[in-house]
């Protein structure tokens, strides 16, 4: 048995396959042996045919994912067209008389000890981009026939890689994919982000998965615990399918409740809302019963493109993303940039000690206009667009710390209303609210909330910044727990506040989205939530066990109690009274 990181709740049993195609260290050259000329015109050759390959994936991918999803492609590609990358590898069979596959994987090994200087995980994750384009150009140079849209797998099997790259994700069928187990990756990683997608269990971070797993061998994959088991005995094969039919008969039955409206054990509405970064995210929002979208984070755009986006492309995404979102409700978040997120056309001087108390978010686009304006405007003009399909947009500023920041951004929209007026360019009005995640604002909510027209509360970092703990750092985990007492103390009175001031009030944060978080909400008073639109259908569920006058004295008594674990034990022993088999409903 192996733990890993359970990046897609769920359990599967199945027959391994290892589709790894690992980049083996070259044989070393020795001088002399080299055919520069050869080398190079192979190299080349190989080249045009990758980028073959590539206009054929885009496609598919335009037509199975979105046109915006598919941008990646434009990536890969000019990955493989840029100049630097040709250079090094030219370089390598020229000077170092390497072979076209010697040069390329030394330029690789250049990429990967500049990448893994990268501070952060978005941009450390790139170098999977590289790798997918790399290997591509070597499968050609060994002859492969590389099929982009070969079908994976004949039979429904466990996916067992190194990575999950972007372009194999292209080819991934849900229905021939039983579970995925990878050795890197984090939660923000393509393969937690395609599996939790398209619902499918999987584990990443197992180091020596591809050493001790073989195509062919059996495997359990608990994507609820982080666990693979290998070549499970008799017994707990039998235990494990028992669960995973279980876990397909609990997700049909949580799939015939789509359509039907989330309420508690007292019939109060509660509005479940999905967390989007694409156009097919929002899609999927709607398939997973989602009533809107709660939080579209816009710098996925800008972390996906080669170049600032212009106003006309974000106008673009924005349409779509308000075309395929459940009826056409959107909170857009302007750009969220800095802390992990950066981007290397930013061209910052330094690099900050604390990136997430820096220079990020609405700080980093109060310095740049140039972003701040046009985005403001492509809102408003998609927001007309929204407004006559009978949606409802509506846009948030993160990280506000003070009320001067509100006034200012109010400003920045005046002036962009100003310029659209000024234009003839149809836009529309949006209600303008804050995210509420910096511990400041949270004490000041009551200053504030007159120059907003709703909160939308950020509690992955309100915690990180509460607690003084990373939210992506493991060796303060113990620390960054949204269940801790300060966290709920902040929370109830932050709730307290936009009720008392009928201000509309929301929360996106990943507790949003995890059972016990729900019930302690609910209990405060929140009626709104925005979670990642996989984990709709199990709060769905869940909510209907839970009373709101229950929750409420929940809440009474977690509010005295002082630890932790003193809180999640009593909630854990709570709800195992109130929901059946409440074990089903726990994601890690
Ligand atoms: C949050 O901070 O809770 C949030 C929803 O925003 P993000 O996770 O994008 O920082
Ligand atoms: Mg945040």
């Known amino acids: 048995m192996r733990k890993g990181v359970a990046v897609s709740p769920g359990i599967a049993v199945g027959t391994a396959y290892c589709a790894n195609k690992l980049f083996l260290p070259p044989a070393a050259p020795s001088a002399g042996e080299v055919d520069i000329q050869a080398e190079l015109s192979r190299y080349e050759a190989a080249r045009w045919r990758a980028e073959e390959d590539l206009l054929v994936i885009q496609k598919k991918a335009e037509q199975q994912l979105s046109r915006s999803d598919a941008s990646i492609f434009d990536v890969h590609r000019s990955i493989l067209s840029d100049s630097s990358l040709v250079d090094r590898v030219q370089e390598g069979i020229i000077q170092n008389k390497l072979t076209a596959q010697g040069a390329l994987h030394h330029a690789l090994e250049l990429y990967s000890e500049a990448f893994s200087k990268f501070h952060d995980s978005y941009l450390r994750e790139r170098l999977t981009d590289i790798r997918d384009v790399l290997q591509r150009v070597e499968q050609h140079l060994q002859n492969d026939s590389v099929e982009p849209d070969a079908p994976l797998l004949a039979n429904p099997v466990i996916l067992v890689v190194d990575e999950l790259l972007p372009s194999q994700v292209v080819g991934i069928d849900a229905l021939k994919i039983r579970g995925i187990v990878t050795r890197c990756g984090s939660q923000t990683s393509h393969a937690a982000i395609v599996a939790r997608g398209l619902g499918i269990p999987a584990v990443s971070g197992i180091e020596d998965i591809l050493e001790i797993v ?55 509405v509660v509005e479940l809302l999905a967390n989007v970064n694409s156009v097919s995210d929002a899609r999927a929002a709607g398939a997973m019963g989602a009533t809107g979208v709660g939080l579209f984070r816009t710098e996925y755009l800008y972390l996906t493109h080669p170049t600032v986006p212009s106003e006309e492309e974000q106008v673009q995404l924005y349409v779509d993303v308000i075309k395929a979102a459940p009826a056409h409700r959107v909170t857009i978040r302007s750009i969220d940039l800095g802390g992990d997120k950066t981007l290397p056309f930013l061209g910052r001087m330094h690099r900050e000690a604390n990136p997430f108390m820096g220079w990020r ?47 200012e951004v109010k400003r920045v929209v005046r002036d962009a209303q100003q310029q659209l007026d000024a234009e003839q360019k149809p ?135 002082r630890t932790t674990s003193e809180i999640r034990r009593y909630l854990a022993e709570e709800l195992d009274k109130l929901v059946p088999d409440f074990e089903r409903f726990k994601i890690s």
């Open 214 to 268: 073989k195509t062919g061998d059996h495997l359990v994959v608990d994507g609820r615990e982080g666990l693979v088991i290998i070549d499970p005995d008799a017994e707990a094969q039998a235990a494990y399918l028992k669960l995973e039919r279980e876990f397909f008969d609990f997700k049909d039955h949580l799939v015939e409740n789509r359509d039907l409206p989330a309420k508690t054990g007292d019939g109060a």
């Open 361 to 407: 978010s609405i700080r980093l686009c109060f310095e740049h206009p140039d972003f701040l304006l046009p985005q403001l405007r492509a809102v408003m003009r998609a927001a007309a667009i929204g407004q006559d399909l009978g949606g409802d947009v509506r846009l948030m500023f993160p990280m506000i710390t003070t009320l001067e920041e509100i006034i």
């Open 427 to 561: 836009y529309a009005r949006v209600p303008l609210g804050m995210m509420l995640e910096v511990p400041a604002a949270a004490i000041s909510i009551d200053l504030m909330l007159d120059e907003v027209d709703f909160v939308s509360i950020g509690s992955n970092d309100l915690v990180q910044y509460l607690m003084a703990a990373d939210r992506d750092n493991p060796k303060v985990a113990h620390l960054c727990q949204p269940l801790a007492p300060p966290v709920l103390h902040i929370l109830n009175k932050v709730i307290r506040a936009c009720l008392d001031a009928r201000k509309p009030v929301t929360l996106c944060g990943e507790m949003a989205g995890h059972t016990m978080s729900y019930a302690v909400l609910l209990g405060m008073g929140l009626r709104s939530f925005s979670m990642s639109p996989v984990l709709i259908p199990y709060i769905k569920e869940f909510a209907r066990y839970l009373s709101t006058e229950t929750a409420e004295s929940i809440v009474q008594h977690v509010l005295k109690l």
